[in-house]
């Protein structure tokens, strides 16, 4: 059977800077082929920033479908089904589909839609980011512009406008799997630091709370966490079953060009392992000691022809061996991303002990 295609949901209010994010991530694709749906919902219509990030080699206008009919979370059947069995039934199938939820839209809604009979065996649930307003939560207003988000909640006569915004947010908290602290330009560094540690305590465990100004994630941290969120839904508890909708246009826009600084990755190379399952959970220690992101790269197991490819988002590790090593080196060689700060020579020791 074909490997699932993955699908990565990105969840937050009005103005947390979702569209930035995924602006960022287009234009960084590396080559990956990205297929993406827009809850947009009203006369707001694509974002067309989104359009001109996204050149052919990354995806075409026909990668980028608009869902117009209101909240995603109320739409599952009508809109989101037939619009996946689009993508999936497509010959030039996307690498990985990313799916932007209207402002006030709930996550596990969306999620739970991914077991329906027609898509389950063919896409699964990379992870769900929820991105947040790092200086507005931080003020206790959980979106910059509360009045903005609760004039366009009005609009729908279907959703819940009674419902406090800080209670929709434990449920966007309380479904990811990756939080995005974004605007941290906005705080000092303690100040991001203490909402970060609160943002940690609130999630779930084995969570990651990332730091970010202007949506700026490298792909390699945002895509490929592997979580199958659908099969883990009970953990993703609801705290509210009603719907919501919104749409998100980020008031937070910066033109212009930035980098990755608050991100760094090395390599840390070494010999043969002899024991592959004692070096996983060595390499799992390293990540909770050095509070590492990601890790991924091949391992030469003593006594097997073929190389072990090794990933790991936080400390879930997970090995498989994929091919022959042939005439390639039989060494071992990890890609290690983190936050700056990470202290690579401990990390490095730490590997090849």
Same mark, same amino acid.
């Given at each position: 059977?074909?490997?699932?295609?993955?699908?990565?949901?990105?969840?937050?209010?009005l103005g947390a800077g979702k569209t930035t994010l995924i602006r960022h991530m287009l234009q960084n694709a590396n080559g990956k082929k990205i297929a993406l749906i827009i809850n947009e919902f009203g006369d707001l219509g694509?974002?067309?920033?989104? !359009?001109?990030?996204?050149?052919?080699?990354?995806?075409?206008?026909?990668?980028?479908?608009?869902?117009?009919?209101?909240?995603?979370?109320?739409?599952?059947?009508?809109?989101?089904?037939?619009?996946?069995?689009?993508? !999936?039934n497509r010959t030039d199938k996307p690498d990985h589909i990313v799916i932007e939820t209207s402002g006030l839209a709930l996550p596990q809604p969306l999620v739970r839609a991914f077991n329906w009979p027609g898509i389950s065996?063919?896409?699964?649930?990379?992870?769900?980011?929820?991105?947040?307003?790092?200086?507005?939560?931080?003020?206790?207003?959980?979106?910059?512009?509360?009045?903005?988000?609760?004039?366009?909640?009005?609009?729908?006569?279907?959703?819940?406008?009674?419902?406090?915004?800080?209670?929709?947010?434990?449920?966007?908290?309380?479904?990811?799997?990756?939080?995005?602290?974004?605007?941290?330009?906005?705080?000092?560094?303690?100040?991001?630091?203490?909402?970060?540690?609160?943002?940690?305590?609130?999630?779930?465990?084995?969570?990651?709370?990332?730091?970010?100004?202007?949506?700026?994630?490298?792909?390699?941290?945002?895509?490929?966490?592997?979580?199958?969120?659908?099969?883990?839904?009970?953990a993703r508890h609801e705290i509210h079953h009603h719907h919501h909708h919104d749409d998100d246009e980020d008031d937070h826009d910066h033109a212009h060009e930035h980098g990755h600084d608050e991100f760094e990755s090395f390599?840390?190379?070494?010999?043969?392992?002899?024991?592959?399952?004692?070096?996983?959970?060595?390499?799992?220690?390293?990540?909770?000691?050095?509070?590492?992101?990601? !890790?991924?790269?091949?391992?030469?197991?003593?006594?097997?022809?073929?190389?072990?490819?090794?990933?790991?988002?936080?400390?879930?590790?997970?090995?498989?061996?994929?091919?022959?090593?042939?005439?390639?080196?039989?060494?071992?060689?990890?890609?290690?991303?983190?936050?700056?700060?990470?202290?690579?020579?401990?990390?490095?020791?730490? !590997?090849?002990?």
């Open positions: 059977m074909p490997a699932k295609i993955p699908a990565t949901v990105v969840t937050g209010f694509v974002d067309g920033d989104i !359009l001109k990030g996204c050149g052919d080699d990354v995806c075409t206008p026909d990668d980028v479908v608009e869902l117009s009919n209101g909240c995603i979370c109320c739409t599952v059947a009508d809109d989101f089904i037939p619009t996946m069995e689009k993508l !999936l065996t063919r896409v699964t649930v990379d992870g769900v980011v929820t991105v947040v307003d790092g200086r507005a939560v931080h003020d206790g207003q959980f979106a910059h512009n509360v009045a903005a988000v609760d004039a366009q909640r009005a609009q729908d006569d279907n959703l819940d406008h009674d419902t406090p915004l800080s209670e929709l947010f434990e449920d966007q908290i309380a479904c990811a799997d990756m939080i995005v602290v974004n605007k941290t330009d906005l705080l000092d560094p303690p100040e991001a630091d203490a909402l970060t540690s609160r943002l940690q305590s609130q999630s779930r465990a084995g969570v990651q709370v990332v730091k970010a100004s202007m949506g700026a994630l490298p792909v390699d941290v945002l895509l490929g966490q592997g979580i199958g969120a659908e099969d883990d839904l009970a390599i840390v190379s070494r010999g043969e392992i002899t024991d592959a399952t004692a070096f996983a959970g060595q390499v799992a220690e390293v990540i909770r000691s050095h509070n590492i992101l990601r !890790l991924k790269g091949f391992v030469a197991v003593t006594g097997k022809p073929m190389r072990q490819t090794l990933q790991a988002v936080g400390p879930r590790v997970d090995t498989y061996f994929d091919q022959p090593f042939g005439d390639a080196p039989r060494e071992t060689r990890l890609v290690v991303i983190g936050e700056a700060g990470l202290d690579q020579t401990a990390i490095t020791a730490a !590997l090849q002990a």
